[in-house]
């Protein structure tokens, strides 16, 4: 009875998502205050059959659909979720938080348009700004209200989600078009967060301490996660549907670039041709992408983007290794997740 109340109320909820999230960053005045509590009274109201938590770093996480958001993201999605259209032709990158998302966004950016933009040549969008703005996440484009730059986006359009597959919006699953998934190993992506939150978080904010916050973790909570669900529910999606989602995960990328490269574009339709390969175009794209060239990039290490709340760019570039988790968390602990793992991924062919 209460997820059918929830469901109805939809609507809006999706008319809220902008307000409630500036709830959340936003204290400027005391009138947006105000009209703030307002609205983050009715979504506790609206949400009160679903679980809160504090979360890994300094801002509540909810419980939807058996999922964990952070609090200014559910609204968004939820909106997302009602109103957005999808074209055939996009191509939808979906990835868990902290896995590569802009290191796979600049690769896809690059493979897309390789006859629009010699990868080597010294104005690249890559050399010029961040993967972020060539390849927008469709709840920053939601978060600014902002829903006409998708009219205004260029064939195959290029967004980003980070929701689990069955949250997606109908008309991604129904409209055909592509979805490339990424994940990492989970310990790395944990560790790979607590650093990122602790350098975003808002002047004055606490982060949770890192032992809660790891027990929080094992118990499920991260942006969009339990992590092993998430990355379950695209594993099944692309052994039933290969030629719909793709999945990739962190490390065979940094094993193996090139390969996944030419994989993925293959995957999207544009293979590159045997005379592409003896040029050297799929190596030119690995030199773009490759983390010092994108760490050293000025609008990575100066930019921002984002809606309500900005992101400093050089946030997302850090070390780029895998297996940093060996220097923050204990054996123990990693026993403790990698039994979690073990047990949920038991049967499925997939493994970290
Ligand atoms: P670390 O914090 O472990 O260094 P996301 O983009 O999904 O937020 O993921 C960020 C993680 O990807 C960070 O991991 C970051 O350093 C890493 N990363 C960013 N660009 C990369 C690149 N070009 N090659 C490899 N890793 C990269």
Redesign the pocket.
């Known amino acids: 009875m209460a997820w059918i109340m929830l469901r109805i109320d939809y609507s809006i909820y999706g008319r809220l998502a902008s307000s409630i999230s500036m709830k959340t960053f936003s204290h400027d005045t005391q009138e947006s205050c105000n009209c703030l509590e307002k609205t983050n009274l009715q979504l506790q109201a609206m949400t009160s059959i679903i679980q809160t938590s504090k979360g890994l770093g300094f801002t509540p996480y909810y419980k939807f659909e058996n999922f964990w958001y952070p609090e200014h993201l559910l609204p968004v999605t939820l909106d997302m979720q009602a109103t957005f259209k999808a074209q055939p032709s996009d191509i939808i990158l979906a ?1 868990m ?7 796979l966004k ?1 690769i896809i950016f690059a493979v897309v348009n390789r006859h629009l933009y010699t990868n080597t040549h010294k104005n690249h969008p890559l050399l010029k700004s961040s993967p972020h703005d060539c390849f927008p996440f469709i709840h920053s484009i939601y978060e600014k209200n902002n829903q006409n730059q998708l009219d205004s986006m260029p064939s195959p359009r290029l967004l980003a989600v980070h929701v689990p597959f069955s949250h997606l919006p109908a008309s991604i699953t129904d409209s055909g078009c592509k979805v490339v998934y990424l994940c990492r190993n989970p310990k ?1 992506a944990f ?2 967060l607590r ?2 939150l602790d350098k975003m978080k808002p002047v004055g904010c606490e982060m949770t301490p890192f032992d809660k916050a790891f027990e929080m973790f094992c118990q499920g909570v991260f942006p969009f996660g339990p992590f092993w669900d998430q990355m379950l529910e695209y594993w099944t999606e692309s052994i039933k549907s290969p030629e719909k989602v793709l999945f990739l995960k962190y490390e065979d990328l ?1 094993e193996d670039l090139a390969e996944n490269i030419k994989k993925l574009a293959e995957f999207l339709g544009c293979s590159f041709s045997a005379e592409e390969v003896k040029r050297g175009v799929v190596e030119e794209i690995v030199q773009l ?3 010092e060239t ?1 760490k050293n990039v000025k609008a990575n290490k100066e930019g921002e983007h984002g809606a309500l709340v900005r992101f400093k760019n050089s946030g ?6 895998i297996g ?1 988790w060996k220097d923050h968390i204990t054996p123990d602990m990693a026993e403790r997740v990698d039994k979690i793992i073990e047990q949920k991924l038991l049967g499925y062919g997939l493994m970290f």
């Open positions: 990835t938080m902290k896995s590569g998302t802009t290191w600049a790395d560790v790979s650093h990122y940094k992408c490759d983390f994108m997302f570039f850090r070390k780029g290794k940093d």
